[in-house]
């Protein structure tokens, strides 16, 4: 019988209640609708020897007979429409009957029933089962309900789970005023509603509500302790006393509501305080969820709840088998379509049951199903609640926009208190996809604000473990590199320290991996290496039961190489040796996109850490892979000395290859070969301009030209500076393959030969015009840097030029800081100290690097001041652009260069402080060798 209803398909679970009248519990959808329906099946002959004839002697069907009304009275009583069914052993065939009131026959002391030879349970009549379902029970009547909502409207076993997931129907409208005191569940709901300071009002207008923000009596009423145990949760992210209202539940409601809570609390924690390994505790929730269901003491809305969230738990840790069985079985138990949270919770239901089958085979899921169910009154005040915060949101952004002052009469923000209670709302309904998206929403908003609060950094670290927590990888991206450019840094630092290699999610796999990524240097070494450690056994295939599903839906290679990448600077040198095998033991060949952030970790590796045997791995590896990894590989042989290394990438470029330029270095390549590489890349130089002027475009790629530029000056007897030339007087090519030319020409004038620096120094307006992607014209303000280089502009002249550059667009901001880093008008490089505070990233981090430039020989006052500002940078971009800008220079570093890389040592970033060694140790083998 279940097989045959289960291939329609729909969800069919067993019952509980066979006793009592339902051996199954039926989940039908179609595009527009959904709904439960019970069944009772009697099978055998002895269920066919009552059949009804007409006249002609045909079978019409049959008679159900019971001695007692009790089965017939449950059937037709119940919230759930049921139908009867005779079924056919012998022909297979099963018959049914809808019970209803009309359809039920008296025979005296019992009753009978007609169940019909025509009704069949096939898929000729599956639109009829459907209209069963769907044609019995009506929708609550919300119109109007607003402003007289209260605990006392909802039916006792219904207040505390109506109380956390539909806030509106038991909370006192926000226009009520608190003349009357309310009650526990109603406090409840206002907070589920993020509205503290109302209950902060009620508790101060009434001495019987009990101020949440005080230890609660003991020995009082639970359901205040529960509102003060949520109270603490939401303004201390503290579950203790959560824990204790869920372990003094007097009833399965109370049980249900606070276990429900505590579980999700507990799924959100980042950390557990000093000394204590920070994790998401997400087996103690799923343990608490185990001891709900088997307690087996929860009515039947109230463990169908339960089970919606252990579904989703046991989703996040990759039992897919088992949370669809928890998600199907609990949509049996939401049978009363006229209660708001039992649909909302279906909803909840379908959507991680959608999830799982849309992973397996997307055409398998039903979506129009599952967008029908998410159309509920929930989701309808939960979308309401969003709306007001993001145009609360919007009207602050405004106002600080047209720099409007004004006064807040009212404590609060009704966008961090509306997104509070949406991303409460869908955390406890259990729709993860929902409540990430609300996570995110709220992060976002908590990150953007954190400036203006008490404690920006807390707000921060706040927001992005949130992040993390959503599944929202690229806004987690964005929030770092911000922090990196702008500060603070400790607020990333906090967060990613707090990343564990054990108890990763499904949603947090890949925010995990892109913050690794993005901010590994900032891990403290023993847990980089720890957690170093632990990506390079999973890029191995080492994988437990527990990593393989939740990993299922992560890119894995590419993810773990990333994320490796990030801490091999932080981890200890000793980790380096397993990473290095893990390398030389790839499969041949693997060339495809996931090894495409390998080299990152290639170059980091430390030499002496890797033994004989993994170097000879690698060294394989290096010489059979033809792409971008066996050159990362040779690159860094070729740098510790291996000359066969570096014999095999300089035959690549000459053969053609020009990235093999990037494992060589251009100063390796000898006369012979750069002759062969010039001529190749004036060739592709001057295809550039070709397509240009035909108006063909090509975005991305390798910097031909500015490789191009640096080889002519590196071997100027062999130079073609035709086509370089050409390409910067010409309007029409790409402002990306002018500008590294034309820094070069900035840095190096006197070294470009007289026949092409008249030429351009002719035409300095066509230098300045290019175009960028898709056709738009640009001035970068290349054309006047280079007049003043070439000296075209001068003096009086070249200052103004300088003056209208800083005050025009930023890529003009950014020529400005580029000449006054060269060391033009040294009487106009005070203005670095406005540009390294401009509101674009790329003109401060060019600021910075002119400053480290300009310190590191013979800084004036006012530089090197500027100097020790940036040191002390909020972030890490700008102290690493000026430790950059330090070692442009092959001379001993100043006293203000020493100190510079000095201080740098302490970075949080293992990055700077890498790089800060880096040029102390240059300058110490420059000072012990001889003049």
Known sequence: ?????????WHVVPSNNRDEGTDLYVTTSDANRHGVLGVQVKTGPSYFRRP?????GVILGWWYYESSRRHFDYWTSHSAPHILVLYDEEADTAYWVHVTPDKVVS??????????????????HRNDLLAVTHGRGSSPTLEGTAFWAGARNIAPEEQLRCALIAPRLVAPHRNAGNQKPITAVEAVALLAQGRFRALVAFAEEHPDVPDPREEPPEGGDWAWSFTAAIWDWATTDSVDRLRASFASAPGGREKAASGIFFACALQRVQSHGEGVEPQTRHSEALAVLDELVDGGDLGASDLGWVLVQRARSKSEAGQDEEAESDAGSALTKFVDQRDVTTTALAAAARATAWG????????????GSLITASDNAVSWWRSQAISEALTSAASTHFNTWAEKRYLMLTGGNAADDNLFAAELNADLLGDQGIFGHVASLKARQRMMSAASSRDEVAELIEGLDALRGSGDESSLESAIVHLRRAGPIEAAANSVNKISPDEWTRTTAGTNFSALRLAGDLVEEATASDLLLSVTRLAAGETTDYEKLVLRSVLVEHSVFGAAAGLMRSASTSTHQAVARMIGALPRPQLDHSVSRLPDVIWQLDFDQVPVPERSALSELGWSD????????????????????????RRRAVSGDLAALDGLGLQAIDEAEAASIIERLAGIVTDTISSARKGTLSIGGRDNSGTLTRLNFLFPKLAMWDPIVELLCEPRVLEDDK??????VVETPDQLPEEPRNRLAGDIDSIGKAVRAFGRPSDSGMGVAISIALGVASGGDADTAIARLVSGSPQHRQAAALLL???????????????????????????????????????????DELARHLVAHRGTDLP?????????????????????????EGSPSARVRHSAQRLLSRQSSQQATPS
């Open 356 to 367: 799982i089958v849309a992973a397996r085979d997307f055409q398998e899921a039903d979506l």
């Open 739 to 744: 500008l590294s030319p034309c820094y070069l």
């Open 626 to 649: 033809q792409g971008r990894l066996g050159i990362a590989v040779l690159g860094w042989l070729a740098a510790n000395k291996d000359t066969d290394a570096l014999g095999e990438l």
């Open 52 to 56: 009804k004839l007409d006249g002609e």
């Open 107 to 124: 025979t005296g002391k019992g009753c009978k029933i007609l169940v019909p030879a025509e009704r069949k349970v096939d898929g000729d």
């Open 821 to 863: 880093g060269s060391g033009y008008r040294s009487n106009m490089q005070p203005v670095l100290a406005a540009l390294a505070g401009d509101t674009h990233f790329e003109v401060r981090r060019t600021a910075a690097e002119a400053v480290g430039k300009l310190a590191g020989v013979s800084p004036s006052p006012q530089i």
């Open 880 to 904: 690493e652009a000026l430790l950059i800008g330090l070692g442009q220079h092959d001379q001993v570093l100043s006293g203000t260069g020493v100190e510079i890389a000095q201080r740098l």
């Open 1 to 9: 019988m279940s097989l045959k209803l289960s291939k329609f398909p």
